[in-house]
């Protein structure tokens, strides 16, 4: 039996790329990508928590996470394309009329 | 070393790699396949895991959907044609101290934790009871997440439709 | 689980139903009578009093809805939930007037019938953020409201600002809700239960992780205080408020914080707090130091907002600055960790609804004559615009903090439960802090009555609808500024809340 230390740790990882992802990138969509790995982290935690402490709510809770990541997709991109059309870029470094 | 370390090890490699692929290729195009297989490695830990559902559902709404709408927004804001699709990196080292430490005080917490381990098996199967917790306890949450999907479907509609 | 179990529930939360129906009723009518789209201000109103009168019914109700077998909770319905929830249906109606009368929502008006419907699903959100007790449900509202305000933040969108700002507001948002998440999952891993009222007992079980579960709980303030724009999560509040539209921004800044203040305060009171003396002081459980904790943010918060709003040229960008202040002074009432120093911030609530919504309006109103923010075309606007000038003015004052307008009544609650703490530095930090807040407010008022007009600086010529509804806010912040018992006996009423 894997001990859950490993799967934290893993999930932990995940985590951490995702939030140097949205911290680090300048394109909007890459940001996304790792906004999308930070709630996969997260999802895999509940799974591991589930699977070891025998109780299926954690499961569960995946199951909501994944609508809404699901719903924040798709508004996200939608956002993204209605600057894009506004601005021509996606670059966050570009995206500066208002003082960061 | 059994059967099953040896595919916790293999999912676990590709989850890692291909997250660490997500956040550090430049091309754009590279990061979007990769988290695919991030997706994908995960989808086998949660068979590992026991949650058979949650893997099939991982595929689904996550390669399926998410993954695809990801790749449609790339090609609707990149102008592939002639321009380069390559992306830059923005204040890495302030963010890479800080993500340092994050993950140092991540890694000492967790190893230091007597994590409460229950070894009971799961049913071959969790759909049952997860249907029955989704439409008796968790009611609730259930109806609320339908008028958060109406709500995301009309905003998202909304806003990127053309005037 | 029995039926009777399900409609006994559903009795409780009349008031979401009741907003869901109108959602639904919305999309419908925009849809088949697209014709007639200009009527659907009228009918969200509507929909906001219907929901408002059941609202105001569950002012002396108690209950739990949802519990389920081993007695836990989904939501929790007591007098408490009531009063930030009438917080939440007073400023959607003031959100709807705002809206009509602001000539930046013209080029919106095709799309009426999303913008109403993304407000009815906010105003769900919030109310599900204020009374949910269970840290699943809690995680959803708060991105209920968020994708709802993201998409309403960049709603011109035609406007470069308002998309930018709805980018920026997603990406903050989408971060600290992940952080939020990990939180959540860290703590249900700990105490394998999401549960606000079991966490209270588990917590105190799984004591030898406590390192694990501060960490968590870091986590999960990290959504909280993006909701409340407490530092160090501020850093979108002045880029959104600023590029949204003004109505969004007004009602950003009360309704969201709002809700984010009741799902802060119910956390930390139904999961930490286990008793509390004859004086009303609460005693917490030791995991997790929150008084220390929220002295620092708040002092953070309120010396950054008042001192970014000093260098400020754009007066929407001043406002938001100076409701992080307002987000600071809130926090030093939570962080008394007592029923005065709850009061106090119901009390302030229910001020800081008027006397900010009521500045948002006059820049709302100001703007469609002038098409300006900026502060150097205020000049002289205190003579071309008398009315506006002197409600300016009087809410400015107000949130200065200064007799004799409610503002005043607000600050002095919060500074009497910091003073009954023994809290006396946090409390001489806080009146420093309105002291330097005096100086900006007071430099847009130089600006209008001091400064010369420009040429032909237009007249003012307000509608009786909009004299109206201004007056509807700048008298009740000189009234309750006078003969203010009303207010502090309806939050004396309201502190009772259900988890001891």
Not at chain 3, 234 to 240: A, E, L, Q, Y
Not at chain 3, 437 to 466: D, G, T, V
Request: a neutral charge; glycine letters at 6%; proline letters at 2%.
């Amino acid at each position: 039996m894997i001990p859950i230390e490993y799967y934290l740790i893993l999930s932990a990882f995940m985590f951490i790329m995702g939030v140097i992802g949205v911290l680090t990138r300048k394109n909007a969509i890459i940001v996304f990508m790792s906004i999308e790995l930070m709630l996969n982290s997260a999802n895999l935690t509940f799974v591991t928590f589930s699977s070891y402490l025998g109780n299926v709510t954690g499961q569960l809770f995946v199951f909501f996470v994944m609508t809404v990541a699901a719903a924040e997709a798709a508004v996200g991109l939608a956002i993204i394309i209605a600057l894009f059309r506004n601005k021509q870029t996606v670059s966050i470094d570009e995206i500066n009329i208002l003082k960061w | 070393m059994n059967i099953y370390d040896l595919i916790f090890y293999l999912f676990a490699t590709i989850t890692v790699l291909s997250a660490l692929a997500v956040v550090s290729t430049k091309n754009i195009i590279y990061s979007a396949y990769n988290l695919m297989l991030t997706f994908f490695g995960v989808a086998g830990l949660y068979v590992l895991l026991g949650a058979d559902f949650l893997a099939i559902v991982q595929l689904i709404v996550y390669v399926g959907g998410i993954l695809i709408l990801i790749l449609f927004g790339v090609m609707l804001t990149n102008k592939v044609n002639g321009m380069p699709i390559h992306t830059e990196v923005t204040n890495i080292i302030p963010a890479s101290i800080t993500i340092g430490l994050f993950a140092g005080i991540v890694l000492a917490f967790f190893m230091n934790t007597n994590w409460k381990s229950v070894t009971t098996e799961f049913p071959a199967t969790t759909i049952q009871s997860l249907g029955k917790l989704l439409m008796n306890e968790y009611i609730l949450i259930f109806e609320l997440l339908g008028v958060l999907l109406l709500i995301a479907l009309i905003g998202a509609a909304s806003i990127a439709r053309k005037q | 689980m029995s039926i009777e179990y399900f409609l006994n529930s559903l009795y409780l939360i009349k008031p979401e139903i009741a907003v869901t129906i109108f959602l639904v009723l919305i999309v419908l009518l925009d849809l088949f009578f697209s014709k007639k789209n200009h009527l659907l201000p009228f009918f969200a109103f509507l929909g906001l009093l219907i929901t408002g009168y059941f609202v105001i019914e569950q002012f002396d109700i108690k209950g739990l809805a949802f519990v389920t077998n081993d007695s836990r909770a989904m939501v929790t319905v007591d007098s408490f939930a009531a009063f930030f929830k009438t917080i939440v249906v007073i400023t959607s109606l003031y959100f709807v007037l705002l809206t009509v009368n602001s000539k930046e929502m013209d080029e919106t008006h095709d799309r009426r019938g999303e913008y109403y419907t993304l407000m009815m699903g906010m105003v769900l959100g919030m109310f599900f953020m204020i009374s949910g007790s269970d840290l699943i449900l809690l995680y959803l509202s708060v991105e209920l409201v968020s994708l709802s305000s993201y998409v309403m933040a960049g709603f011109a969108k035609t406007s470069e600002r308002s998309s930018e700002a709805s980018l920026k507001y997603l990406i903050y948002g989408a971060l600290s809700s992940g952080l939020m998440l990990f939180g959540i999952s860290l703590v249900y891993g700990l105490t394998a239960s999401t549960n606000l009222y079991e966490l209270n007992a588990l917590i105190v079980v799984s004591q030898a992780n406590s390192f694990v579960l501060m960490f968590a709980l870091l986590l999960i303030f990290a959504g909280i205080g993006y909701k409340i724009s407490a530092v160090p999560f501020h850093f979108w509040t002045p880029d959104v408020y600023e590029g949204a539209p003004t109505p969004v921004t007004a009602y950003l800044s009360v309704a969201s914080k709002a809700a984010g203040f009741a799902l802060l305060i119910r956390f930390i009171k139904v999961s930490f707090v286990f008793d509390k003396d004859t004086l009303g002081f609460w005693s917490s459980n030791p995991v997790f130091n929150w008084q220390d904790f929220l002295i620092v943010i708040s002092v953070a918060t309120m010396t950054l907002g008042n001192f970014a709003a000093l260098w400020q040229k754009n007066v929407k960008r001043m406002l938001a600055y100076s409701s992080i202040a307002h987000a600071g002074y809130l926090l030093t009432g939570l962080a008394v960790l007592s029923d005065t120093g709850l009061i106090a911030i119901l009390v302030y609530f229910a001020i800081y609804l008027m006397m900010n919504i009521g500045a948002f309006l006059i820049v709302i109103l100001i703007k469609n004559k002038t098409g300006s923010e900026e502060l150097d075309n205020y000049d002289g606007l205190g003579f071309s615009m008398p009315f506006l000038g002197v409600s300016f003015t009087i809410f400015l004052i107000s949130l200065t903090g200064l007799p004799p307008t409610a503002g005043f009544i607000g600050k002095l609650y919060l500074f009497m439960a910091l003073v009954d703490a023994k809290m006396i530095v946090l409390a001489v930090i806080a009146l420093l802090n309105s002291v330097v807040s005096l100086y900006y407010y007071i430099r847009i008022l130089k600006h209008m009555f001091l400064a010369k007009p420009k040429e032909n600086s237009p007249k003012e010529e307000l509608s009786l609808q909009q004299i109206l509804i201004v007056l509807s806010l700048v008298i009740p912040v000189i009234f309750f500024g006078l003969y203010f018992s009303p207010i502090v006996e309806l939050a004396k009423n309201s502190i009772l809340m259900l988890g001891f």
